[in-house]
């Protein structure tokens, strides 16, 4: 079995400076904010890892490969990926993913038909950008079934058990090869750390690295959200005269008091 | 004693309201932060020693009340304030009693002339310093526990902040303090910038965890509060001992930013998410205080960056304020399940050595860790505080302990530290820098001190004979 | 301009009615044209906004995306309608971008209001407003929640026309079970929203904020990283990345104020913010700010409310 896992590495808004949102064009400098696995993205990948590991005590062969599309990918990341148990980690390089989710996609199918691969897990979220459309733009590209909120998947005897949110609720579906999956809140949110000696192993392992050219569908206006409100503090004296202020401000409507 | 008279007698001193003996109150007051409890507790295990209860005294009369009586009966006692103890210095003794001076939580005095500013224990360092910072001036201290942390805590561990190169840790930054020993008596030692009258009596509370005495007041120094006037810089560098030279040619010619921080490759990586140039360190400075100083030190760092003959690579100054933004979040996160989600127990350990073996320890401790624990995930470390003599490594760890019970992740958590303490002594540096000898580092202190050791026996038994206070820090048993 | 709106099965009518008109109402004017999409629904006894101008439904049959895109495009074909809106549910934002794909129609998620012919969504965890120039036609999908629930309605019988969806053969899912029903997600709609956020520390006082939620009949949501840290439901996160709230009153406890959140409480009428952290950026977002430790602030209200309210 081939497993795809599409996934990014994105700033930490919460480190980026307010100077900088404040005059945000796509071409600001945030390079020096935080970033992390997108959480959606991280959870896709342990899923990836937990299939791989039941079927191998199967006795069956898993291949498990990483994608992911942007500007670099950081050194550790990759290292980190292969020392848990990815075989190929892959980077389709490209300036300003971010306002292309179209030429995304068709990249990412590019890749996956090459792969000939029986599942293709995503996360939820885009980029900064976050519009949420490239899984359903790539099921659109491989012409192959999409489940959108998946919480989990685990390996059964004839296919693959997916617990997913619909609007309907929550279903657990058994499904046929291939098929895209799209992570959502799922109770897997995290992946496995890997020990300092496999890091050291997989430090080796180079990435698989390829050039793409992306079309820019638009270029939005993007402004800083600012707040209509002005907070009045109430007196900080004590805790009793601060909860007899609110309690006034939460008295329920046609309250007997 | 019976704990139901025990109790009774504490009311008695306190009133009923502040003798606390429900299981929530002596859990939440038993809590410490080291990386194996905070692990444990995610796994629902509380394995700490149960207190009889938790008495909270309202003023200096009722501590030395409650202290006069709890010494009389031989009741063992753990002083506390804050409580964002990581190294387990405020776990009870069994069936002992919390002394908790939380509520005696007060700014006394502001002395806008003599520069002091006088609080009681319990008073938060954050409220302090907002208070502060309101007319103007500031504490100028900064540990990374500043949303928990109580003045007198902080007194009693040694504390040290962030911007210490400039403004020094918290022995400079003592001026007079209040304590009440072990018998109840009360001390004063009265504020004033400078004296020669024989040993300075305020550094035996200064780090004594509680085991000398308790202090109910401190007497702090306030500085000028200018945050506008900033100069930040940061540099990519590569090689750590690299890094370090280039602080010490800061510091040795007499530059004094607030800020000197070296971050090592593996924290830009789990620090940073790698946000800076790969297989790089981080160095992170920012001056601060009089405008034509702080412009002065900006420019000789810059000045000492560009002729150190090292490739380097100007980040510029955002990083530092996104830092500086985000530097403590932590602290709001204690208690959450940030590591153990991934199966991982993570910490610090800080120690301290002088220019010429810090290095050599940084570079031991990377090489041995990976090899003789096998689960580690992650082994960075950085300096953040540096002295015209030397500076700290603040190495930060994680492992994974998910494969075996709960109870083995304490001592793997003690291989790690072992290796760093033992590395450490071994070049003649510090075992703990700022956090504490606490409970778990104890039994390293005998090697820590050598021939000086036997002096802290001597004041244990004058300052507190019956041995209530705080059993544990500092103080191996039975050494005698 | 002629509108199509389109509505998934199985969610609730009334929200999503409200929703489609609150984005709508800026840019539609007399003498447009307004149709009803209902896949998979059957004739609903409902009073619709009084901008809708026909209806079309299937009748109750399992609406699967390769069932509902064909039928689209046939309703497509014979309306021609400029803007196409998907009420942004699960189904929902799917069956806009992939029908959107096919045709070829520019695309955009997730919107929260349209404003002079600009589509306006967030984006950067809602630090930042994108707005996108609208050309047509176009397929949009609504954000999820934000929106004050109600519409005005019609007072005249809109006609409803049944279009049955073709049968197609699919054998991707071979086999499903429902684990738990949707339930009405209690966030929208929530006239009095009070919030758990991480400051404050432990599991412990997120029971005292239900407990207080009780007493004074508040709807309870979470800020996401209290929700992941295990002390309330994934489901009943506030924010972007959950449920977008329009309360009249909204009180949070030891929230911090992410943008992401932010953006899940921007449209209630009044915030009361409670925070130890003065530099918390909620401070900067709310009408009313206390400066003081959730958990004493929650004990306070409980206990007065015993000895006063009941």
Redesign the interface.
């Known amino acids: 079995m081939r497993i795809l896992v599409c996934f990014k590495v994105l700033p930490e808004f919460e480190t980026v400076l307010e100077s900088d949102w404040k005059n945000f064009t796509p071409q600001t400098d945030i390079t020096y904010a935080r970033r992390a696995l997108n959480c959606f993205d991280a959870s896709a990948l342990e899923i990836a890892l937990r299939i791989k590991d039941t079927l191998q005590t199967q006795g069956k062969e898993v291949l498990c490969h990483a994608a992911t599309l942007g500007t670099a990918l950081p050194a550790f990341v990759r290292k980190m990926l292969y020392a848990v148990g990815f075989g190929q980690v892959i980077l389709l390089q490209a300036e300003q993913p971010e306002f292309a989710s179209t030429a995304v996609a068709e990249q990412l199918a590019g890749l996956a038909r090459e792969g000939q691969y029986d599942m293709i897990l995503t996360g939820k979220q885009a980029g900064y950008a976050d519009t949420g459309k490239v899984p359903y733009l790539l099921a659109e590209q491989l012409r192959m079934p999409i489940l959108p909120e998946v919480q989990m998947v685990e390996a059964v005897d004839n296919g693959m058990e997916v617990t997913h949110q619909t609007d309907a609720g929550l279903y657990c579906s058994t499904i046929q090869l291939p098929a895209i999956l799209s992570v959502g809140n799922s109770p897997v949110n995290a992946m496995r750390a890997a020990t300092l000696l496999a890091q050291l192993q997989a430090a080796k392992v180079p990435l698989e690295q390829r050039q793409v050219t992306l079309w820019e569908e638009e270029v939005p206006r993007l402004s800083y959200v600012q707040s209509e409100k002005t907070c009045t503090m109430l007196p900080e004296d004590t805790v009793a005269s601060q909860v007899e202020s609110l309690y006034e401000l939460l008295k329920i409507e046609g309250d007997a008091r | 004693m019976e704990k139901s008279q025990l109790i009774q007698n504490l009311e008695q001193l306190v009133g009923a309201a502040h003798v606390l003996s429900d299981e929530?109150t002596i859990l939440e007051s038993s809590k410490d932060y080291i990386g194996f409890r905070r692990y444990e507790r995610d796994k629902g295990k509380f394995f700490v020693n149960q207190a009889a209860c938790v008495v909270k005294p309202q003023n200096t009369q009722q501590v030395s009340e409650v202290l006069a009586f709890l010494n009389k009966n031989r009741i063992q006692t753990t002083p506390r304030t804050g409580g964002s103890s990581v190294t387990m210095s405020i776990e009870p003794e069994p069936d002992g009693v919390i002394l908790d001076g939380s509520d005696m939580n007060e700014v006394l005095e502001i002395n806008e002339t003599d520069m002091m500013v006088t609080a009681r224990c319990g008073t938060p360092l954050?409220y302090l310093e907002?208070y502060l910072n309101k007319r103007g001036f500031t504490t100028g201290h900064f540990p990374q526990s500043l949303?928990m942390a109580h003045v007198g805590g902080l007194v009693a561990t040694r504390s040290i902040g962030q911007l210490s190169t400039l403004y020094g840790g918290i022995e400079d930054l003592l001026v007079g303090l209040e304590a009440v020993l072990a018998d109840g008596t009360v001390v004063r030692i009265k504020n004033n910038p400078r004296r020669s009258v024989g040993p300075d009596l305020r550094h035996l509370f200064l780090g004594s965890e509680g085991m000398l005495g308790f202090i109910t007041e401190v007497t702090m120094k306030i500085f000028p509060y200018k945050p506008e006037d900033r100069w930040m810089h940061?540099y990519a560098i590569r090689g750590m001992q690299n890094g370090l030279d280039l602080i010490r040619s800061i510091i040795v010619q007499g530059y004094r930013p607030a800020v000197v921080r070296l971050h090592d490759e593996a924290e830009v990586?789990s620090?940073?998410?790698?946000?800076?140039p790969?297989?790089h360190c981080l160095l992170l400075f920012l001056a601060e205080g009089p405008k034509l100083l702080t412009e002065a030190t900006g420019k000789a760092v810059e000045e000492i960056v560009a002729n150190s003959g090292y490739e380097i690579i100007d980040?510029?100054q955002?990083?530092v304020?996104?830092w500086l933004?985000?530097r403590n979040?932590e602290c709001?996160?204690m208690?959450?399940?940030v590591y153990s989600?991934?199966?991982?127990v993570a910490d610090t350990c800080e120690i301290s050595a002088p220019w010429s073996e810090i290095g050599n320890i940084y570079a031991a401790v990377k090489e041995r860790v990976?090899e003789e624990v096998?689960?580690?995930?992650?082994?960075g470390g950085h300096s953040s505080h540096s002295y015209i003599n030397g500076t700290n490594i603040y190495f930060t760890f994680?492992f994974?302990a998910s494969m075996k019970p709960v109870e083995e992740a304490r001592p793997k958590y003690m291989q790690v530290i072992s290796i760093i303490l033992e590395e450490t002594l071994k070049r003649g540096g510090s075992i703990a820098h700022h956090h504490g000898s606490g409970k778990y580092r104890t039994k390293w202190m005998p090697q820590e001190h050598g021939t000086s050791y036997p002096l802290l026996y001597k004041l244990k038994e004058a300052l507190d004979p019956n041995g209530i206070l705080n059993k544990g820090v500092l103080l191996v048993e039975n050494e005698e | 301009m002629k509108w199509l709106w389109v509505i998934p099965p199985q969610v609730e009518l009334d929200p999503a009615l409200a929703t489609l008109w609150q984005i709508t109402a800026s840019q539609h004017q007399m003498g447009d044209t307004l149709t009803l999409g209902m896949p998979g629904w059957g004739k609903a006894t409902r009073r619709l906004p009084a901008a809708v101008t026909q209806v079309l439904y299937t009748g109750d049959a399992p609406a699967s995306t390769d069932k509902v895109l064909p039928w689209l495009r046939q309703q497509i074909n014979i309306l021609r309608p400029d803007v196409l809106l998907f009420y942004g549910s699960v189904s929902g934002q799917e069956w806009a971008v992939r029908f959107a794909a096919r045709s070829r129609f520019p695309c955009y998620t997730q919107v929260s209001a349209l404003e002079a012919g600009r589509a306006i969504r967030s984006c950067c965890s809602s630090y930042l407003q994108w707005e996108s120039r609208l050309t047509y036609p176009c397929v949009l999908s609504t954000a999820r929640g934000g929106f004050q629930l109600g519409y005005p309605q019609c007072t005249d019988a809109v006609p409803w026309t049944k279009v049955p969806m073709l049968s197609v053969q699919s054998n991707f899912i071979r086999a499903q079970t429902q684990l738990e029903a949707a339930v009405k997600n209690p966030l929208e709609g929530a006239k009095r929203l009070v919030v758990a956020g991480r400051g404050l520390g432990k599991r412990e006082s997120c029971e005292k904020l239900r407990q207080f939620a009780q007493l004074y009949q508040f709807t309870v949501g979470y800020s996401r990283p209290a929700a992941t840290n295990g002390w309330g439901p994934l489901e009943s996160v506030v924010g972007q990345s959950g449920t977008l709230t329009a309360p009249e009153l909204c009180i949070t406890f030891g929230v911090s104020g992410a943008a992401a959140f932010l953006a899940g409480v921007k449209q209630a009428k009044q915030i009361i913010v409670v925070n130890t952290d003065p530099d918390a950026p909620i401070f900067r977002h709310c009408d009313i700010g206390v400066l003081a430790d959730a958990e004493a602030v929650l004990d306070a209200l409980i206990s007065k409310r015993k000895k006063e309210g009941m």
């Open positions: 929530e954050e907002e949303p940061a990586e620090l940073f998410g790698g946000a800076y790969e297989e980040l510029g955002k990083p304020e996104s933004q985000t979040d709001a996160h208690d959450e399940p989600k991934y199966g991982a990976p096998k689960y580690m995930v992650s082994l994680g994974l």
